[in-house]
């Protein structure tokens, strides 16, 4: 499993995009089946490496966070079950408070540090930051001192060690790769040559990380940004194609699953806004690309298929490929036969990030809950209090409850903590905009919401269901304004 960390979709050249630098992602869909159809479930990063693990939704009880006691993890089963599995990234979540659960699930694991705000080098006086860059500039421009050739950079890295990995294995059998890229996250750091590919005037300062929220940027600035990060792109492609070139000199097509994913996509302007973390999750965020090979009926090759999938069926599928069964609390599904014929695994997705609007859509209709005035009651259900890159605060412990658990929780009880949006740093960034209902078909931007009754009380059913299938607290349904009988 090859995964880059905020790959959007509508830049990519399989999926229409005819100005941006993907030869290699173009190769990667013309030898494997292309997903058109995919969504995100629990955003953003580690709700959404939980559901890879999980195989189940979990932004409707808590916020970001670790793998729980509790939580069945893919790779684990798999190493318990005598595959072997590695885990290579240079996502500095990973690594930090509310990640940190994670990489003990495999066989072993390596880590590239330096990415983002990575608190990786040290520097006691404070490098030059210009005056309009955000709160995490500083331990990024440590960082960068560090990678001033492209062979430095944690992208190489990280593709250095995943070819070396499939060096030293490829004659063996019965292993799992998680390959994991942080790019082509911002910041959009990379080569000049790589940026000269995307030829533009900009005059204004130096810009190549948004701060999340509302565009207040120049048009030329906007357009600058979108080709930083399209620079970064096909860096990317560019270490696609290496590791394409290597399955085909090792003939590993013949036997090797491959899945290419992303997390969520990212929003470079579309709306007025920047980045992620930004209810209300368009599609530029929630519709992801989705790759997948299997050798065991090439004859799908350069195919596409339509049918709703989302990240939580991946556990399901790499279980089914190794011959084990996937758990009574995994909700994904094994996509062999969605691969082969576009069978349909679900009728409807539901995504979302804990505190911010609930969302769902059958792949045509896209139905955005948006909560009731004060956003409350909301909580965390957790025995692993930590945020992003701190513990629950003693304020916020001192809110904790024992509750019995959920039906997932395998007759642990779980505290329940309030939950605080100005103390966390991980809910989202909400700009209210009501509930809504977009149809893709007609409007493929979500540019104008629609008003149809029919369908609006098709999409609220459908949301009830799988939010009980999920088990989500009652106070969920609370704060969306949600009963059977209720039609905006």
Not at 479 to 485: M, P, Q, S, W, Y
Request: charge should be negative; hydrophobic fraction near 35%; aromatic fraction near 14%.
């Amino acid at each position: 499993m090859l995964m880059f960390d905020t790959l959007n979709r509508r830049l990519l050249s399989p999926y229409g995009c005819d100005w941006t630098i993907t030869p290699n992602f173009k190769r990667l869909a013309q030898h494997t089946v292309t997903f058109d159809n995919c969504y995100t479930g629990s955003l953003p990063c580690m709700p959404a490496r939980r559901e890879l693990h999980t195989g189940r939704l979990n932004f409707l009880h808590r916020s970001w966070g670790p793998l729980e006691p509790f939580d069945d993890s893919m790779p684990e089963m798999l190493k318990k079950a005598g595959v072997y599995t590695h885990m290579i990234s240079d996502h500095q979540h990973y690594w930090e408070d509310g990640g940190a659960t994670y990489h003990n699930r495999y066989n072993s694991w390596e880590i590239v540090r330096g990415q983002e705000g990575d608190c990786w080098k040290g520097q006691v006086d404070n490098p030059v930051i210009p005056d309009h860059l955000g709160r995490m500039w500083r331990q990024d421009v440590v960082n960068r001192q560090y990678m001033d050739q492209e062979e430095k950079q944690p992208l190489a890295q990280v593709f250095k060690l995943g070819m070396e990995f499939l060096e030293k294995n490829k004659n063996s059998d019965n292993w799992f790769l998680h390959w994991e890229c942080f790019d082509p996250h911002e910041p959009f750091f990379t080569q000049p040559h790589y940026q000269q590919l995307y030829p533009h005037k900009y005059d204004g300062p130096f810009f190549d990380w948004p701060e999340y929220g509302f565009v207040k940027e120049s048009p030329d600035a906007v357009k600058h940004l979108r080709y930083q990060y399209a620079a970064l792109l096909t860096m990317c492609d560019t270490y696609l194609g290496k590791f394409l070139d290597y399955m085909n000199e090792n003939d590993m097509w013949k036997d090797t699953m491959l899945i290419v994913n992303t997390d969520h996509g990212f929003l470079l302007g579309e709306h007025d806004r920047w980045a992620k973390s930004c209810h209300p999750w368009y599609n530029e965020m929630a519709h992801i690309p989705f790759f997948m090979w299997d050798p065991r009926h090439p004859e799908a090759a350069g195919q596409r298929r339509s049918s709703l999938i989302q990240n939580i069926d991946v556990p399901e599928t790499l279980l089914a490929f190794f011959g084990l069964q996937k758990t009574k609390d995994m909700q994904g599904f094994d996509l062999e036969q969605t691969l082969v014929n576009d069978t349909p695994v679900r009728d409807y997705a539901l995504f979302g990030m804990h505190g911010a609007q609930v969302n769902i859509t059958d792949g045509r209709y896209v139905y955005m809950r948006d909560f009731v005035e004060g956003n409350s009651p909301l909580y965390n259900y957790t025995l692993m209090p930590t945020h992003m890159r701190c513990m629950f605060s003693v304020e916020e412990m001192k809110t904790a409850t024992m509750t019995d658990g959920f039906s997932f929780t395998k007759g642990s009880p779980t505290m329940r903590i309030c939950a605080k949006e100005d103390s966390t740093g991980d809910t989202a960034i909400k700009f209210s905009l009501g509930t809504n209902l977009y149809d893709l078909e007609t409007d493929p931007f979500q540019n104008h919401p629609i008003h149809n009754p029919e369908v609006e009380r098709r999409m609220i059913d459908a949301m009830i269901d799988l939010m009980e299938q999920n088990d989500a607290p009652a106070e969920q349904y609370t704060r969306l304004n949600l009963t059977k009988a209720v039609v905006h």
